[in-house]
């Protein structure tokens, strides 16, 4: 003989309603936007960038000093322009040139080509960044 087991029937999960979902998406995009917006208010100006072509260190620029740069890589050569404490990309050998979009910056992310593998990354020449013992 089989058993028949008698009790309660199983509960159904319960579902967040569509405006409780929108509040949780809702406060993660606003908290999201905080922090993006930290990022990039809270960052001090940078008195240089770093160059660097294929991961290697290729120069580095003091953004007090205003001039124009070319770059040159194995797959292709940027144009930078320095000016008001700010370089920019102002002119790229790459198809989609998103680098050149990201207009004039001296914090920050670091601004980045791909397809001609140079990458730009602003810092502090002063102090110490950081210390181990």
């Not at 208010?41 to 008195?47: D, I, T």
């Not at 205003?66 to 198809?95: F, H, M, Q």
Request: charged share 20%; glycine share 10%.
């Amino acid at each position: 003989m089989s058993r028949i087991r008698r009790g309660r029937a199983p509960r159904p999960t319960p579902h967040l309603s569509t405006r409780a979902w929108a509040m949780i998406f809702g406060a993660m995009f606003l908290l999201l936007a905080g922090l993006t917006a930290l990022q990039y208010l809270g960052a001090k100006p940078a008195s240089t960038a770093e160059i660097w072509v294929d991961g290697v260190l290729l120069r580095t620029i003091d953004l007090s000093q205003d001039g124009e740069y070319r770059i040159e890589s194995a797959e292709g050569w940027n144009v930078l322009s320095v000016s008001g404490g700010k370089l920019a990309v102002t002119a790229a050998s790459c198809p989609d040139a998103d680098c050149v979009r990201c207009g004039p910056q001296n914090s920050g992310p670091p601004i980045v080509c791909l397809p001609n593998r140079v990458s730009i990354q602003f810092s502090d020449s002063g102090g110490v960044d950081g210390a181990v013992r």
